[in-house]
C-alpha cells in the first residue's frame, strides 16, 4: 500500500508534481485561496474541481492544464465504474 493508492488521477498528478517541487498540499491551498481540505476532497475522493480551481492549479503548480483535465476525464472514469458496480 502506498500513499497514492487512496488518490484520484487528479489526485497523483497534483501530488507527484507538488512532491517534485518540494511543495505540499497546505502550500498549494494558500496560493489558490483554498483550504488543505479542499486540496484533500480534490486529491482523494472522486470529485472534480471547478474549471477556475484547476486553471489555478495549473498555475501555481506549472503543469499544462490539459494535463490536469486529462486527469479529471479519469476520475469520471472510474466514477462510471465504480457506480457500474453498485447498481
Do not use: M, Y
Amino acid at each position: 500500500s502506498t500513499i497514492l493508492d487512496n488518490k484520484t488521477p487528479l489526485g497523483k498528478v497534483i501530488f507527484k508534481e507538488s512532491l517534485s517541487q518540494g511543495k505540499n498540499q497546505a502550500w498549494l491551498a494558500k496560493q489558490i485561496d483554498v483550504s488543505e481540505n479542499h486540496i484533500s476532497i480534490i486529491c482523494s475522493k472522486i470529485k472534480g474541481p471547478k474549471i477556475e480551481t484547476l486553471l489555478k492549479i495549473s498555475k501555481a503548480l506549472d503543469i499544462d492544464v490539459d494535463e490536469l483535465l486529462k486527469a479529471v476525464s479519469e476520475n469520471l472514469k472510474e466514477r462510471r465504474t465504480w457506480q457500474g458496480r453498485q447498481e
